[in-house]
């Protein structure tokens, strides 16, 4: 059983700055895919960025070169950077963890963001 935990989130102004962080219960990087997905109200939860095992990363190309996902092996942490905030980044905003061989999939607590003047 994998356990995460997600901190970071809030209010920020557009143009602003957040970063998320979800710590994994334990070393799980080298054999699960980590994701950041969001749902803003009313829509799908949509995929934002993940990171593969190997270290490869992708993105939503909403966020392109406003997201960061990056990870801390030693920490059994991955975070998204989120820069140039913008109001439709709005939404609840869930770490995700997926082993792509036996297809078992966990998912965080969410953490809510905010992008209002």
């Known amino acids: 059983q994998v356990q995460l935990v997600q901190s970071g989130g809030g209010l920020v102004q557009p143009g602003g700055s957040l970063r998320l962080s979800c710590a994994a219960s334990?070393?799980?990087?080298?054999?699960?895919?980590m994701h950041w997905y969001r749902q803003a109200p009313g829509k799908q939860r949509e995929l934002v960025a993940d990171?593969?095992?190997?270290?490869?990363?992708s993105y939503a190309d909403s966020v392109k070169g406003r997201f960061t996902i990056s990870r801390d092996n030693a920490k059994n942490t991955v975070y998204l950077q989120m820069n140039s905030l913008k109001p439709e980044d709005t939404g609840v905003y869930y770490c995700?963890?997926?082993?792509?061989?036996?297809?078992?999939?966990?998912w965080g607590q969410g953490t809510q963001v905010t992008v209002s003047s």
């Open positions: 995700n963890a997926h082993h792509a061989i036996i297809d078992r999939v966990y």
């Open positions: 334990g070393n799980i990087f080298t054999i699960y895919n």
């Open positions: 990171i593969t095992t190997g270290g490869s990363t």
